[in-house]
């Protein structure tokens, strides 16, 4: 089963509001990758986090990996319409890059 | 660069029936990973080639299989197809150093429809 869990499952925010997305897992990652998956398109590549602590912005989305690298989130400040989609973090576990459950993201104009 | 392809784009099978799905990976990427995509199982991986042999294979039964081509593409076969087989099926490739995962690419998906 998945060993990648994220929350929340839904998200449906107002336009402008922020939004995150927390990731776990249940083992120590040697580093954590998140994507982006518009409707009706395929996952594509945000981010790679691999130290522990590390913080990385890009624009408005703020990634960061937990101390003990078993967690990590997303955050988006003041949410835009092109934002929508389903966010998944994805690390290796026993050499199987394992993708989290997904965190899907509405937009209320 | 062009992207990932996969061929056929959708497809529409009955149980029983054998299935095979097309990858070419971004020129220069040697790895090659599989993954199935369904609303209730969320994206899990199947398989990984790298140069031509498996390196990693998910927990899926052996109707599922896949193989490399020296050129680097990539197929997999599903056969006997059941009901539960109908799922976005996406092919990713990417730069595999060989210590840890980088950047997947990842290709529009082949959509299989089991009937």
């Known amino acids: 089963g998945q060993q990648v869990m994220q929350i929340p499952q839904y998200q449906h925010v107002q336009e402008g509001e922020d939004f995150t997305t927390y990731c776990n897992s249940s083992t120590t990652l040697s580093n954590i990758q998140w994507y982006k998956q518009r409707p009706g398109g395929h996952p594509v590549f945000l981010i790679q986090l691999v130290k522990s602590g590390e913080v990385k912005k890009q624009k408005r989305l703020t990634f960061q990996f937990g101390e003990a690298k078993k967690n990590s989130s997303l955050h988006i400040t003041a949410t835009q319409t092109t934002d929508v989609g389903t966010y998944f973090c994805a690390g290796p576990i026993d050499e199987k890059l394992t993708f989290g459950t997904g965190t899907r993201l509405t937009i209320i104009p | ?115």
């Open chain 2, 1 to 115: 660069k062009a992207g990932v392809t996969q061929t056929p784009r959708y497809l529409i099978k009955t149980r029983g029936q054998q299935v095979t799905l097309s990858c070419s990976p971004i020129s220069g990427h040697r790895s090659v990973s599989w993954y199935q995509q369904t609303p209730g199982q969320g994206l899990q991986f199947l398989f990984e080639y790298f140069s031509e042999t498996q390196r990693n294979k998910g927990n899926f039964p052996g109707r599922f299989s896949g193989r490399q081509f020296s050129n680097s593409r990539s197929e997999m076969n599903v056969s006997t197809l059941e009901l539960g087989d109908s799922a976005l099926y996406l092919c990713a490739s990417s730069f595999f150093t060989g210590v840890a995962y980088n950047e997947q690419f990842f290709g529009p998906g082949t959509r299989l429809t089991v009937l």
